[in-house]
């Protein structure tokens, strides 16, 4: 069993930086796909930004040149760096893992508030 525990959220101004952080338990870390999604209040969960277990990187277009992913295996953690954050970038985060040999996200943290005022 997979757990995620996410951390870093909290409240900011429009400018400011933020990172959050996930630890990944369970099981052998290197070999999953991690992502980051957020759901803002009546929208839907979108994905921030995704790194493969080779390293390989995706990013929304709304946070290209903002934010960044990067993962530690030998920590079993996964960072979202979050820079020149705006109102709109309010939501809750989430980590996510994604097993080897399945295409959709099947494990998911509790989840991580992150407020930015104007």
């Known amino acids: 069993q997979v757990d995620l525990a996410e951390s870093g959220g909290g409240l900011v101004q429009a400018g400011d930086s933020l990172r959050l952080s996930c630890v990944f338990s369970g099981r052998t870390f290197r070999l999953y796909g991690m992502g980051w999604f957020r759901q803002a209040p009546d929208k839907d969960r979108e994905l921030v930004a995704e790194?493969?277990?080779?390293?390989?990187?995706y990013d929304a277009d709304s946070v290209k040149g903002r934010f960044t992913l990067s993962r530690d295996n030998a920590k079993n953690m996964v960072y979202l760096q979050m820079n020149d954050l705006k109102p709109e970038d309010t939501a809750t985060y989430y980590c996510?893992?994604?097993?080897?040999?399945?295409?959709?996200?099947?494990?998911w943290g509790q989840g991580t508030q992150v407020t930015v005022s104007s």
């Open positions: 790194i493969t277990s080779g390293g390989s990187t």
């Open positions: 996510a893992a994604k097993h080897p040999t399945s295409s959709i996200y099947g494990y």
